[in-house]
Structures are given as C-alpha cells and as structure tokens.
C-alpha cells in the first residue's frame, strides 16, 4: 500500500499522478456544468409554448444539479486495469491491440475531446470492479482502491491498494482500506457505500426493473444502502422508462428520510420522490378537510391497530360503498323536441346490475351508467326512425333527466365521509362487517367522540390506510415505475394494499427485517407481506453478514432473537472490534451512568446517539442537563445539528451512529406490546461503540 497525509509532503510519482487525475476530472466535470449553464442561457424560451419550455428549463436544471460536484464525495474510488489487447466500446471490454484501464467513480466525466475520464460505476464495465476474483477475473489484470483524507471540505487522494487477480494466493489485498472506509467514522446523514458494494450487494443492485425484489436484512447488512443504490441503478439503465412513471422512495418517518437524504444525490440522482406512508396516504387528500392539528391525531390501540390493518377491511369497504348502489324505482324521462323517450325501472335494472358485477371502480361506473342509459334512448329513437349519432349520444347523457336518474341510481361517494361514516355508524358498520368481523372487533374500530365531519375527526395512521382503500375502490390511482419501501416489515396488510395499487404495472423493492417489526401489524414473514403488495412472485433474498456492526454488538442482541423471531438465523459479523460493547449497572442511579456513557464516546470520533424509551426520555434529558451536558431531541433538531442527539426509540429504526448509549433496556421492553423486538433495534445501531446502562435487571435473554 502507498500512503501519505492530506498535506503538501513530497509523494510518490504514482500517487502524485493518481491526484493530477483527480484534479483534472474535476476540471472536467465544472466543465462540463458550465457547458449546461452556457447552453440554458444561450437557448433561453426555444419555442413559443410555456409548457414545453418549463419542460426543458427543468431538464436543465435536472442536468445542471445531476453534474454538481460534491467536494467530500470524491469523484472516483477505485481503478481497473484490464488485459492487454482490451479497449471499450460502450463501456463494455473488446478485444485490441493495447491495454487500458478506467477510473470507477460515481459518475461519468468525460474531458474536451469526449474521451472518458471516469466511468459511472453502473456501467456494465464496472461490474468487474466488484465481482472480478481471481477465480474469475472478467479481463481484470489489477483492482487499484484509493483511500482519501479530509482537507476542510475537500477530500485528498492519500492512498491506493492494487489488488492483483493474476496470482491465485494473492489474499486479501486491499482489504486496509476497505475495512477504513466501511469503518470510517461519521455524523449527520448517511453516506454511499458505492466504493465498497460487496458482491452479494451488486447482485441486488443490478437486478432488472422487472424484478420485484424483496431484501431480509439483518442490521448492518447495508439493505438500505442496497435500496437506494438500485434505485440509482435502475435510472442509469431505465431513464427514458421511469422518467414517464415515476419512482419513490417511502421510510417509515421524517427523521428516517432526513438520514438518507444526500445518497441519491452524491450518485447524481436528484429527481427521486420521497416520502413516508403517512403523507403517501394523505398526498391527495383535500386540504380543506384537513384537520388542524394534522391528519394523524392519535395512535391507536394494539388490538384495534391490527384489526383495521388487516385485508378483510378491503371487503368491509367494498361491502359499504357498493352498498349506496340503488334500485330503479322511477321512469326516466327523456324530452326531445315534441317527443317524451321513457325507460322503465325495469329497462334500467339490467343496466346497473350488469355495471355492479363487472368490477368496475365506483366512480368510472357512474360514468359507464350514463352511457349505458345514453344508449337505451338512443335504441328507442333510432327504432322511432330517427337518425342519431355521437352528437345525440353526447345530449342525451348531459339532459337533466339522465343526469338525475344516475345520481339516484348511483350517488357519488367521497372517501373521506364514507370512512368516517361508516366508523361513526355501529348499525352501518355491522352490516357492512357481517361474517368478517366479531362485535368486539366493530366496537373497536370505531372513531372515538363524535366527529361532525373530517375536520373535526381524530383520524389514526390505520384509518388512513382504509380512507386510501375507499379512495381507490371509487377511482383507481396512478402508478408508478419503481417504488423502494424500507422497513416494510412494519407495514400493515391494508398499507400494503395501498402501495401495491400505486405499483400495479411497475415493481418494488422491498427492505426489512422480521425481527425489527414493532407495529402491531408487523410481518410475520415476507410471503404474506408480498401477497398484499400484489407482488406474490417477488424474488426473497437474504442478507446476513454485518459488514459495519462489530461482532460483539451483533451477538449481544441476537440473544433476543429466538424469543423475537424463532427460526430467523442470526447475523454474522465481518469484523471484531475489541471494547465495542459495554454494560454498565448504574445501581439505581441512572443519570449520572448515562451522562458519563454518553462524555466517554464523545471522546472518540463520529456521531453519538443517546436512545432511550419515549416516555423517558424528557426526564432523563433534564437529569443530563443538571448533570451539565446538553443532548439535543431528534426531531426538533437535525441529525446533523451536532456529535450528540438524544433519540426516541420509535425514531431509531433505520438509523446509524459511531457510538450509541442506551438507557435503561428494561423500560424499552415494558413500553409497548412488542418492545423486546424494540430493544433489538435499538441495540443494533452502533456501528463502533455500545454501551448499555440499567438501573434495573436486564431483559433475561440480556443478563
């Protein structure tokens, strides 16, 4: 290995050389952006048409933001020297007369003459960059990875490894820096892993649109990081594609999409939406009926919580809104000049039963009954000897008579009242409900209070969830190209269902773990979950070796998994880390144990995290800031506000710190009905340093 500091120190021609590449490309690629800037004001408005200019501004800003150079994100990691005789065409080796070699990076750079640089590392040639073995050396002569330090901002090339594939007992290489870089320390968002994808991982990376892909991932395996560089994937491969459709990216909250923010973009992915459940579920729900406290008001119980997030709710809905449907008991009437065209109740029975049995959404039905009634007059005219044609047919379905008549017949419903309808309505809910769900049951789905409309309703997550059924059984949504759901373990069938609508033609790919499910509704395994997605084909695979999460961490906490998740194997770890676990028995008082946990990891480097039970966690704030140290709340601040945050457990999911201080497991476990599957998240959220402290007895599988 070659080393040196960031500073100016005479360095070797080889890795001086490597940092004038460095430099270059970077010319290039501002280059490159000035090249778009000086295109967008040369060109201005092309045409006369206010939509197809804002349509290419937008593309230029796309462009202009995909070429931003991120100076802490260095422009490539990594160097392939192919054969001799090998040159690229396309970006795929072909044989030659001499060799060659390419730089692996994040994105494409090419210089004035258009000569590449840098290769994107989703370019089919840079497969090699992480596959090639020795075994199989897919024309790799010698892997080159670079190690970089910090110069304020600005990462500085400091290193390289070579890792030659020529010689079968070459070893382990580069493995110096590439345990350095999954290791390294951080704060605030989560950064790519795109230098240091393993095999397994790339597999999963690459996998086609087409895939439904479904990931268990024990903590540390890099799942997320796996979810989101897919997605950068399939935009390389699929742009034209899902640029038409659409991609999203749902977390589980707020504090989860704030700690993925920058990946995406650091790949020169900038036009990815993201969201989490909640806000897909209210996206298009009207704002005037928004209550003001927000739409989610109150959390629901356990038992209620799991019934209305069970599928049997779709039938309860389908039941209600089918159920507005009327029969035909007045004549239609339909005036034309001097003329009286009449259709009987039983002219119109036929015309709506066979509506209802075609499964058609609710509100394309009405529209369908209108022409259906539109074309009854017209056989009666037409028989009459008139002369009719699609003009006729466009006047009789907006007279007043048919317009009525389909109101009366089929009335339109809007989702939101349906639901608080039939919540508020114990009458209406047991006949919708019959046979499906027990009187406890429709006792405990009821709205509490009673609301006067949406407005004034204490909705809960799971209401929405059937509020967005409602919503689709009236008028089926848009979909899109490729959705990414992270922690979709915690999802209820019904969320399931209202994803899966919104994917319908396109595919997903599915993050999680069985043993971190907290919801009441959590999987029990990923077959059902992918029934209820509408994707029951997706490919399951398993990623178990924690590449980031030392080994005595992950043990610690896979003590909980045969009670939390019988039959689920436990992770393993790829390294060991001595002194990264430490239990503390505070002897009764807490605070000062905490405190002196959470001075010790400020003492090393990277972000430190102070989780405790949501309920505990002002006291034991206040305590700390007796004791003189401030910890700052996630959620009122950024993960990036500073080294240290306090973080309630039901936000930790997801998220990863250098150093975690737990506090007191017990209440952990005690605070909810699945809290030992709770402290197993919470447990795995070091990446170097644990340390436990408890004034109470820890969870027996702990002690």
């Known amino acids: 290995m070659t080393t040196t500091d960031p500073s100016d120190v005479p360095v070797s021609p080889e890795l001086q050389a490597e940092r004038d590449h460095l430099a270059a490309a970077r010319a290039a690629l501002t280059r490159m952006r000035e090249e778009v800037q000086g295109t967008s004001l040369m060109l201005g408005d092309v045409v006369n048409d206010k939509v197809t200019n804002a349509a290419l501004r937008r593309g230029r800003e796309r462009r202009l933001a995909a070429l931003a150079d991120v100076p802490g994100a260095p422009l490539f990691f990594g160097r392939l020297d192919f054969d001799p005789g090998t040159v690229f065409v396309d970006d795929r080796a072909e044989p030659a007369d001499t060799p060659d070699r390419v730089h692996v990076g994040r994105r494409h750079v090419h210089d004035a003459d258009g000569r590449p640089m840098v290769l994107d590392w989703r370019a089919p040639l840079c497969v090699a960059y992480y596959r090639a073995s020795p075994t199989d050396r897919m024309g790799v002569v010698n892997r080159r990875r670079y190690g970089f330090g910090a110069r304020g901002e600005e990462a500085v090339l400091t290193a390289f490894e070579d890792e030659p594939l020529t010689v079968e007992d070459a070893g382990d290489a580069a493995g110096d820096l590439l345990a350095a870089e999954i290791e390294r320390p951080r704060t605030g968002p989560m950064r790519d892993i795109v230098a240091t994808i393993q095999p397994e991982q790339d597999d999963l990376v690459r996998a086609p649109l087409e895939t439904t892909l479904c990931v268990q991932g024990a903590p540390g395996t890099g799942k997320t990081a796996v979810g989101l560089h897919r997605v950068a994937f399939l935009l390389y491969t699929e742009r034209e594609r899902l640029a038409r459709s659409g991609v999203a990216i749902i977390g589980p909250n707020r504090s989860f999409l704030s700690y993925i923010r920058d990946v995406l973009p650091a790949l020169g992915e900038v036009d990815v939406a993201q969201t989490t459940v ?18 989610v008001r109150r959390t629901e119980e356990p038992a209620a919580a799991r019934t209305k997030g069970e599928a049997r709710m779709a039938e309860v809905l389908r039941r209600d809104l089918w159920s507005h449907l009327r029969a035909p008991e007045e004549t239609v009437v339909v005036r ?10 039983e002219d119109l029975r036929p015309l709506l039963d066979e509506l209802a049995e075609r499964g058609v959404a609710y509100g394309s039905g009405r529209e369908l009954l209108s022409h259906r009634i539109a074309h009854a007059v017209l056989s009666l005219m037409e028989a009459a000897g008139e002369v009719c044609d699609d003009r006729t047919h466009a006047q009789v379905r907006r007279d007043p008579a048919v317009r009525s008549a389909v109101n009366a017949l089929w009335p339109k419903v809007d989702p939101l009242k349906l639901v608080l309808g039939l919540l508020t309505d114990p009458e209406r809910l047991a006949r919708a409900a019959h046979g499906l769900l027990t009187p406890d049951e429709q006792a405990a789905v009821l709205l509490p209070g009673r609301p006067r409309g949406p407005r004034s309703a204490r909705w809960s997550e799971e209401d929405l969830a059937l509020v967005d059924e409602a919503a689709a059984l009236v008028e089926r949504p848009t979909g899109l190209g490729h959705v990414v759901v992270d922690e979709a373990q915690d999802l209820s069938p019904m969320q399931c269902r209202a994803i899966g609508r919104r994917c319908v033609s396109g595919s997903l790919t599915v993050l999680g773990d069985i043993a971190q499910g907290t919801s009441p509704s959590a999987a029990k395994n990923w077959s059902t979950l992918l029934e209820h997605l509408g994707k029951p084909t997706g490919h399951l695979r398993v990623l178990n070796r924690g590449y980031r999460v030392p080994a005595q961490i992950i043990d ?12 689920l194997g436990a992770p393993s770890a790829v390294r060991r880390a001595e002194g990264s676990l430490t239990v503390t028995s505070a002897d009764g008082s807490l605070a000062p144990a905490v405190a002196e946990a959470c001075r010790n990891a400020l003492k090393g480097e990277g972000s430190v995290g102070l989780i405790a039970a949501d309920h505990e966690l002002p006291a034991l704030r206040g305590a700390l800031t007796a004791e003189g140290l401030s910890v700052p709340l996630l959620g009122e601040v950024a993960l990036d506000a500073g080294r240290l945050v306090a973080v309630p457990a039901s936000l930790a999911k997801g998220l990863e710190f250098d150093a975690v201080v737990v506090a007191e497991p017990a209440s952990l476990v005690a605070a909810e009905e699945r809290g030992a599957n709770r402290l197993y998240v919470v447990l795995t959220r070091a990446v170097s340093t644990l340390h436990v402290v408890h004034s109470r007895p820890l969870p027996e599988p702990l002690g």
């Not at 034309?336 to 109740?345: F, H, K, Q, S, V």
């Not at 610690?556 to 039959?567: E, H, M, S, V």
């Open 556 to 567: 610690f906490a896979a003590r909980l998994l045969p009670a939390i998740a019988p039959g």
């Open 278 to 295: 909640t806000e897909l579920l209210t996206a298009d729900l009207p704002e005037r009926e928004r209550p003001a406290a927000g739409w």
């Open 336 to 345: 034309r000049g001097a003329r009286r065209w009449r259709l009987y109740p």
